[in-house]
């Protein structure tokens, strides 16, 4: 989907598709000379991450595995539980392996702070974050993330996996949501 066929549901696009594969391919680059000759398990997190993921796993030129997980931390309403529940795990043993976290956005850090730990708890040799998106005035804990594509403004965006209410995943670009879309 184009920015200008939800023109009308946009403030504004903050991100071109271009300026976000130019972004992933330089961290992949930085990704690469850190993991050189070793094998890396990419860790998606559902659903946002998919066409992060999908996109930086094709432009890696370095061994890797895949693997999904999903978790939620916000229950039926709009503001986080604080409880982080598992809704798909791994299918992988971490035990050794070297894990690099694909996210979408970091929002508050809470629940990557929590994936992250649960993580190294399972035996991982390593596991390090690589995040498009980055909105620093909305963190309520510092999480150490190794690669960060773009700091944004706290800002409700869609597009390139992010979504509102499942819409505007398929979006090319990242664009800020128009406040009369989720008033």
């Keep these: 989907m184009e920015s200008s066929e939800i023109s009308g549901d946009l403030t504004s696009v903050l991100l071109t598709e271009k300026q976000i594969l130019d972004k992933i391919a330089e961290l992949s680059r930085r990704i690469e000379a850190d993991y050189a000759g070793e094998k890396v398990l990419l860790v998606g997190v559902l659903k946002g991450a998919v066409m992060v993921m999908a996109d930086l796993a094709r432009e890696l030129k370095l061994p890797i595995d ?7 931390s916000y229950g039926s309403g709009t503001k986080s539980s604080g409880v982080v529940r598992i809704l798909k795990d791994l299918d992988s ?3 050794g392996r070297k894990v690099l976290i694909v996210e979408d956005i970091i929002d508050s850090g809470l629940t990557l702070s929590w994936l992250r730990a649960n993580l190294e708890s399972r035996g991982a040799h390593s596991v390090e974050i690589c995040a498009l998106l980055r909105k620093p005035e909305a963190a309520k804990v510092d999480v150490d993330v190794r690669y960060v594509g773009f ?8 597009g390139y996996g992010l979504d509102y209410a499942e819409k505007y995943r398929n979006l090319r670009d990242i664009g800020i949501l128009a406040p009369h879309v989720y008033a």
Excluded: G, K, R, Y
């Design 93 to 95: 043993d971490l035990t």
């Design 151 to 158: 700091e944004i403004p706290n800002e409700f965006v869609v």
């Design 66 to 72: 895949m693997d999904w997980m999903a978790v939620s």
